[in-house]
T-cell receptor, first 114, second 113 residues
Framework: NAGVTQTPKFQVLKTGQSMTLQCAQD?????MYWYRQDPGMGLRLIYY???????DKGEVPNGYNVSRLNKREFSLRLESAAPSQTSVYFC?????????????FGSGTQLSVL | GENVEQHPSTLSVQEGDSAVIKCTYS??????FPWYKQELGKGPQLIID?????GEKKDQRIAVTLNKTAKHFSLHITETQPEDSAVYFC????????????FGKGTHLIIQP
C-alpha cells in the first residue's frame, strides 16, 4: 500500500532550467495538493486540485504550474527555476473533495536551485 | 487571512514526562484544527484533529484541547517515549475551503532518555 509517491527524491537544478515533479496516489482520493516547506516557515500551499479536472492557486503559486493528469496523478512544473525555489516540496492527497482535511503526504522532493 | 502562531519552537522533555505544544489562531471562522507529526526525512503525518464543535479529543497518549473564545488549541502528549521525538505542526482551516489550511511554523520535540 504505497499511499502518496513522489519522484524524484532529490534534484539539483541550475537557474533557468525547467523540471517537473511527479506525484501519484493510490487511495482513490479526490483532492491533491502541492506544498513547499522552508526552514522556519511551516508548510505553504502552492496549488491544489479539489477534484479531477480542476486546479486552483494556493498561497504561493508564482513560478509554478500544475497538471491534474487523472485522478491519481498531480504534477508540479517549474518552467524557469530560481534560487528562491530551493525548498522541500510535498505532495498530499485527501479523500474529501476540496476541504483540505485529513491530508496524506508523500515523502518529499528536496530541490536545490544553484 | 488566517494567522497561526505556534509555541515553543523547541521543547525538550524527559522520557516519561508530558509535553504540551500551544497554537493560537486569528480567524474566528476557523472550524477545523489538525496536528501533524513529521519525522526526519519524511512527510508530515496526521496524528489527531478536532472540529470547533468539540472542546477536547483524546487518542491514547495524545489529546487536543480547543478554546474557541480565546482562539487557541493545544496538543498534549503524556508518558513521552523516544519515538515521540519529531517536529509537530498545528494548522487551522478557516472557511472550510481547500485552500484555507494555514500551518504553524512547527515545534521540534526532543525526548531526553
Amino acid at each position: 500500500n504505497a499511499g502518496v509517491t513522489q519522484t524524484p527524491k532529490f534534484q539539483v537544478l541550475k537557474t533557468g532550467q525547467s523540471m517537473t515533479l511527479q506525484c501519484a496516489q493510490d487511495m482513490n482520493h479526490n483532492s491533491m495538493y502541492w506544498y513547499r516547506q522552508d526552514p522556519g516557515m511551516g508548510l505553504r500551499l502552492i496549488y491544489y486540485s479539489a477534484s479531477e479536472g480542476t486546479t486552483d492557486k494556493g498561497e504561493v503559486p508564482n513560478g509554478y504550474n500544475v497538471s491534474r493528469l487523472n485522478k491519481r496523478e498531480f504534477s508540479l512544473r517549474l518552467e524557469s527555476a530560481a534560487p528562491s525555489q530551493t525548498s522541500v516540496y510535498f505532495c498530499a492527497s485527501s479523500a474529501n473533495r476540496g476541504t483540505n482535511e485529513k491530508l496524506f503526504f508523500g515523502s518529499g522532493t528536496q530541490l536545490s536551485v544553484l | 487571512g488566517e494567522n497561526v502562531e505556534q509555541h515553543p519552537s523547541t521543547l525538550s522533555v524527559q522520557e516519561g514526562d508530558s509535553a504540551v505544544i500551544k497554537c493560537t489562531y486569528s480567524d474566528s471562522a476557523s472550524n477545523y484544527f489538525p496536528w501533524y507529526k513529521q519525522e526526519l526525512g519524511k512527510g508530515p503525518q496526521l496524528i489527531i484533529d478536532i472540529r470547533s464543535n468539540v472542546g477536547e479529543k483524546k487518542d491514547q497518549r495524545i489529546a487536543v484541547t480547543l478554546n474557541k473564545t480565546a482562539k487557541h488549541f493545544s496538543l498534549h502528549i503524556t508518558e513521552t517515549q523516544p519515538e515521540d521525538s519529531a517536529v509537530y505542526f498545528c494548522a487551522a482551516n478557516s472557511g472550510g475551503g481547500a485552500d484555507g489550511l494555514t500551518f504553524g511554523k512547527g515545534t521540534h520535540l526532543i525526548i531526553q532518555p
